[in-house]
Nanobody, 121 residues
Framework: QLQASGGGLVQAGGSLRLSCAAS????????MGWFRQDAGKEREFVAL???????KYADSVQGRFTISRDNSKNTVYLQMNSLKPEDTAIYYC?????????????????WGQGTQVTVSS
């Protein structure tokens, strides 16, 4: 089970840190991803961290967002800096056992409930 938190309202240029807490004892064997979905749009890949600790980012967030994980806390984070209005969306965390470079939502069987991020101009 995944529980996302940390969303909110922020001005353009500001920062937020999202957290996704996982239950269970096998967290360190899961690749974790962050996706986002705005109204009327497809859910899109944002960032992932593999079970081995490697990371990958969407071009639109490269250099502004950082994904990390703390296996001792069963938690994955998404640090979002230099936020833009186009980053506004519901952000979802997702998990996949032994996940590596999986960027499609359909690759992830486990999903959190989503947290709203709104960036005002």
């Amino acid at each position: 089970q995944l529980q996302a938190s940390g969303g909110g309202l922020v001005q353009a240029g500001g920062s937020l840190r999202l957290s996704c807490a996982a239950s269970g004892r096998a967290f360190n064997s899961y690749g974790m991803g962050w996706f986002r979905q705005d109204a009327g749009k497809e859910r899109e890949f944002v960032a992932l961290i593999t079970w081995r600790g490697g990371s990958k980012y969407a071009d639109s967030v490269q250099g502004r967002f950082t994904i990390s994980r703390d296996n001792s806390k069963n938690t994955v984070y998404l640090q979002m800096n230099s936020l833009k209005p186009e980053d506004t969306a519901i952000y979802y965390c997702a998990g996949r056992a032994y996940g590596l470079g999986n960027v499609r939502p359909s690759d992830y069987p486990y999903w959190g409930q989503g947290t709203q991020v709104t960036v005002s101009s």
